[in-house]
T-cell receptor, first 110, second 112 residues
């Protein structure tokens, strides 16, 4: 079952621009996580935002959470070529089951 | 500190053959997970373990078995491979619960 769904499915921008990805989910959550996956590699945890937080920053990453709309956004500022990857949001269903969305494929053009 | 490693990286099986995928972590994590990733499907949880000697079913456990005899290792077995099990398999571990998981590089399995 799909809990988180990312939008857009693919995003292509110029280096230096900001990239925004969105995630919508269906049920109540304790937290929401964002992961990055470079082509052919495993996922890397980027940031976790708790349900009582509205915004969180980590370096060039800014995550917002709106529990009333059941949505989250990931903003990457001043994008670099190395940011080219797929980005996934993930939420918990049950005690141990982390459910991932289908991801947003981000391409940074030089 | 190697993190999470997976063996093998690639494998081709014929239908009906069996194999075991090995996941090892050197971070002393309690929790370990096996996922499969298929195009357009995101990652789906196969089995997981909350500590040495424990295993539990995830979202798509049918056709797979697992064992966690040592804390650092989590094995995924396919007893009789089917073409539907063609996928990329990822192992992950975490220190406390399902948050902030560390992923291995993946195993690309093709069943013909």
């Amino acid at each position: 079952s799909q809990q988180g769904e990312e939008d857009p499915q693919a995003l292509s921008i110029q280096e230096g621009e900001n990239a925004t990805m969105n995630c919508s989910y269906k049920t109540s959550i304790n937290n929401l996580q964002w992961y990055r996956q470079n082509s052919g590699r495993g996922l890397v945890h980027l940031i976790l935002i708790r349900s009582n937080e509205r915004e969180k920053h980590s370096g060039r990453l800014r995550v917002t959470l709106d529990t009333s709309k059941k949505s989250s956004s990931l903003l990457i500022t001043a994008s670099r070529a190395a940011d080219t990857a797929s980005y996934f949001c993930a939420t918990l269903q049950g005690a141990q089951k982390l459910v991932f969305g289908q991801g947003t494929r981000l391409t940074i053009n030089p | 500190n190697a993190g999470v490693t997976q063996t093998p990286k690639f494998r081709v099986l014929k239908t009906g053959q069996s194999m075991t995928l090995l996941c090892a972590q050197d971070m002393n994590h309690e929790y370990m997970y096996w996922y499969r990733q298929d195009p357009g499907m995101g990652l789906r949880l196969i089995h997981y373990s909350v500590g040495e000697g424990t295993t539990a079913k995830g979202e798509v456990p049918d056709g797979y078995n697992v064992s966690r005899l040592k804390k650092q290792n989590f094995l995924l077995g396919l007893e009789s491979a089917a073409p539907s099990q063609t996928s990329v398999y990822f192992c992950a571990s975490s220190f406390l619960g399902p948050n902030e998981q560390y992923f291995g590089p993946g195993t690309r399995l093709t069943v013909t």
